[in-house]
């Protein structure tokens, strides 16, 4: 697998002041459609809500959920193979699923995100993102809506939630705190996703 890195980005002291402003926004929002105006690169301001406050992201075509339910995932490993909320701690990661279209062309997916801490004790995130490899050229990429949950019900995965997997769930009902409309060119990993020939795991 080819994983993916963020550049990094040294944000002045004007941009993480318009992002508090807009996280303000956020936590009065009442779950409602919250407008992005900055200048920053939407991924920017989502990075930055991942590392710096109690949140995580579910990305969904759907733009108008109130309320998340728990319900059943199809999900292999254990931790997915429940019945709860499932949202990811990286804004990112949520965004992929957001502006995918499973309903055109999409067979099948493989995707991760994770962090570990490197030997200078900086987290790191990786990311891979493939689908099947027939749906690549229909680019089947759509709006999306980013919805905003708060962490406090969450659990992660990962033991160290800075050094493992960016997965979380809840198994009690959440309504999120506000959510944003996401588009394919928000998502900044779109020109690296991936083709796999249905078993993602073999190579050709």
Excluded at 78 to 92: C, L, N, P, Q, R
Aim: aromatic share 14%; glycine share 6%.
């Amino acid at each position: 697998m080819d994983f993916l890195k963020l550049p990094e980005i040294d944000h002045s002291s004007e941009e993480i002041d318009a992002f508090e402003h807009l996280f303000t926004d956020i936590q009065d929002a009442e779950g409602g459609l919250v407008e992005y105006p900055l200048g920053a690169p939407k991924w920017q301001f989502l990075n930055y809500l991942g590392k710096s406050k109690d949140v995580v992201f579910h990305g969904s075509g759907a733009s108008e959920i109130r309320e998340f339910e728990p319900r059943k995932s199809d999900d292999s490993n254990e931790f997915g193979d429940h019945k709860a909320v499932y949202a990811a701690s990286d804004g990112i990661w949520a965004t992929f699923f957001a502006i995918l279209d499973r309903e055109r062309y999409v067979r099948s997916m493989n995707n991760a995100c994770f962090r570990k801490l490197n030997s200078d004790g900086e987290v790191e995130t990786l990311y891979y993102f493939s689908i099947n490899e027939d749906a690549l050229p229909h680019r089947p990429w759509r709006p999306g809506t980013l919805y905003i949950l708060p962490r406090k019900t969450f659990e992660p995965q990962a033991k160290d939630p800075n050094d493992g997997t960016a997965q979380w769930r809840s198994f009690v009902p959440v309504k999120p705190l506000a959510n944003i409309t996401v588009d394919p060119d928000d998502f900044p990993f779109l020109e690296q996703i991936q083709g796999h020939p249905g078993f993602p795991w073999i190579d050709k």
